[in-house]
């Protein structure tokens, strides 16, 4: 199944009735649903990249670890003696 949102981040050209025209530096997409953006912050614009692949590593390791019913304060971040 494809993912319905990406870490692209887009710039609004042109806004429509009921869709939009953005881009970004590789391409241009033309009547896009405004109800499939989702609209950030400038601030969240200038993370570091490395940043969010870490944050995205974390959160897909705590729903799998969860998903097996697995608590995280259970997990030793040492080896045992």
């Known amino acids: 199944m494809k993912r319905k949102y990406s870490s692209d981040i887009y710039t609004i050209i042109k806004v429509n009735k009921n869709s939009v025209d953005i881009e970004n530096d590789e391409v ?3 009547g896009v649903k405004k109800t499939d ?3 950030i912050q400038e601030s969240y614009n ?3 990249v490395d ?3 870490q ?3 974390e959160h897909r390791t705590e729903r799998i670890l969860n998903s097996e019913g697995v608590d ?3 997990i030793l971040s040492y080896t045992r003696r």
């Open 28 to 30: 241009e997409l033309n």
């Open 37 to 39: 953006i989702i609209i």
């Open 46 to 48: 200038n993370k570091n």
């Open 51 to 53: 940043h969010i692949k």
């Open 55 to 57: 944050v995205e590593k």
């Open 72 to 74: 995280k304060s259970n």
